[in-house]
């Protein structure tokens, strides 16, 4: 048997779970597909997360990187940029197979921890594959003085939108419908700032010239009026593909909709010695 313990994904609440391993002396691996730090480091590095206690003006990376050294400092290993593929228990060995892109590991006991983000839905339009095309944003520093659309109406489309306009890109926001569904913060953040917002508005194509972003031809859905405009780069932020196909394969219970792991208020799974813990998780 490889480890006590192999936690899968290793974000806050991955780490949380290597840390409650680490008081019990546990031999502990937690593997990221990503990088350590889950959502903070991968998806909002850039954004002042405000709502962590004891967290002030602190950003998604640098409150990640706090829980990331902390669970190094604990003698913690963890592999990143390893994806898990899938999990299946030994019932006759009484252990857990863990078999990942690269390796594979034995465990008594697994913890799943892989959030509710699963991969960044595409928008299947012509062009989306030139550069310039992007589902995140790592620093919208690096936009300023640039011509940016970004489209969703959600709070990561919002977020997107407002740290760009704040950054010093000329902005524009596009969304399907009327309203936008982000929280109320993200709301008034956009009303208050310079983001043009298109509304009932979708994309139809992405031009290029020399495998980069153009133009984007875009048409308005309630007066089916179309127009093209000349933009340096495009944030999609459709929304995410769960990982149903992942939970489907491992044979884990979950709720209807494929997108949560059921679990008992000891966050067990219907799996012996595996355990869910984050986003990913449904009291059953
Ligand atoms: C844009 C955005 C902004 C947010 N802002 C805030 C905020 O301001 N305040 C707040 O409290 N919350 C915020 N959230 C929510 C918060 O990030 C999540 O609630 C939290 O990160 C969930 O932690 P988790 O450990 O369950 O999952 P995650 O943080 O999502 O971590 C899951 C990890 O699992 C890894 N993983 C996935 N699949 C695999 C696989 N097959 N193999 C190996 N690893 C895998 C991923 O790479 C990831 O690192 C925000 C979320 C987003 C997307």
Known sequence: MDYDLIVVGGGPAGLSAALTAVCYKLKTLVIDAA??????????????????????????????DIFVNHIKEEGVEIKENESIENI??????????????????????????????????????????????????????????????????????V???????????????????????????NQNDIAKSSVKILWNTETKEILGENGRVKKVMFAN????ETKTEDFD?????????????????INVKTDERKMKILVDETMRTSIKGIFAAGDIT???
Do not use: C
């Open 159 to 185: 977020e997107w939108a407002v740290g760009l306009a704040q950054a010093g890109a000329e902005t524009a926001i596009m969304h399907r419908k009327d309203v936008f569904r982000a929280n109320e913060k």
């Open 221 to 224: 859905n309630q007066t089916n």
């Open 35 to 64: 990088s350590a730090g889950g959502a903070p480091m991968n998806n909002f590095p850039w954004k002042i997360v405000d709502n962590t206690l004891g967290f002030r003006n602190k950003t998604g990376k640098e409150v990640a």
């Open 88 to 157: 299946t228990r030994d019932d006759a060995a009484d252990e857990i197979l863990v078999e990942t892109n690269k390796n594979k590991y034995t465990a008594k006991a697994v913890v799943i921890a892989i959030g509710v983000l699963g991969k960044p839905r595409k928008a299947n339009v012509q062009g989306e594959n030139l550069n310039g095309v992007n589902y995140t944003l790592t620093d919208p520093n690096l936009y300023a003085g640039k011509k940016i659309l970004v489209a969703g109406g959600g709070d990561t489309a």
């Open 233 to 249: 780069e495009i944030f999609l932020a459709l929304g995410n593909v769960p990982h149903s196909d992942f939970l489907e394969k």
């Open 282 to 284: 449904k009291v059953a």
